[in-house]
């Protein structure tokens, strides 16, 4: 996926120059547009040679149920008229990650293996943000396979408390000794 997030790049950069006055409005139907963009019909449709560019900017426009910013509209035309849009989710993480970085904040999706109660999240929270060392805003996901424990992913840094990696850990040095 380097080859996209190379392509993609270029666009959110730009969008981010062009949006510093409004970051969280541009951010807002931007990651819902991406979420559009994302169904496999929807991009069947906009790679199909008899789908205009006004064509898709209207379902897309319909889809996202209100109407779309001058800028959002604009930014979504050059971005069919280049074929790109099938770029626009990466766009849209790379323009978060943008973002994020100026406000000296960063995503972190926090791995479970089970539901966890505001009380909890708030204590880890803070516990993470202490470690990392900067305001993270947090994604929870449940995941079953970890058996127990957490695992969080904060931009390229993993960290991972999970019973499943303590249990490949343990697999590892028993293998070796």
């Known amino acids: 996926m380097a080859e996209l997030a190379t ?20 951010g807002a139907w931007l990651d819902n547009v991406a979420a559009i963009a994302a169904n496999p019909e929807l991009l069947q449709f906009a ?10 900017l209207g ?15 604009n930014f979504l035309m050059a971005l069919l008229e280049n074929g790109r849009f099938t770029a626009l989710p990466e766009i849209a ?31 880890i929270s803070a516990a993470l943000e202490k470690r990392f060392g ?9 995941d079953p396979s970890l058996i127990g424990g957490i695992r969080v992913v904060v ?15 343990m697999k590892v040095a028993l293998a070796a000794a």
């Open 155 to 169: 931009g390229d840094e993993v960290l991972d408390t999970s019973v499943k990696a303590r249990l490949e850990q």
């Open 7 to 26: 392509i993609a790049r270029p666009y959110a950069e730009a969008l981010f120059k062009a949006s510093s006055s409004d970051l969280a409005g541009t």
């Open 59 to 73: 379902v897309v426009a319909a889809a996202h149920g209100s109407p779309l910013p001058p800028a959002a509209n």
């Open 93 to 123: 993480k790379q323009f978060r990650v943008l973002a994020s970085a100026q406000s000296g904040t960063s995503d972190a999706v926090v791995y479970s293996a089970f539901p966890i109660d505001g009380a909890a999240l708030g204590n």
């Open 47 to 56: 790679d199909n040679p008899k789908a205009t560019p006004e064509q898709v």
């Open 134 to 142: 900067r305001k993270l805003q947090f994604t929870v996901q449940q």
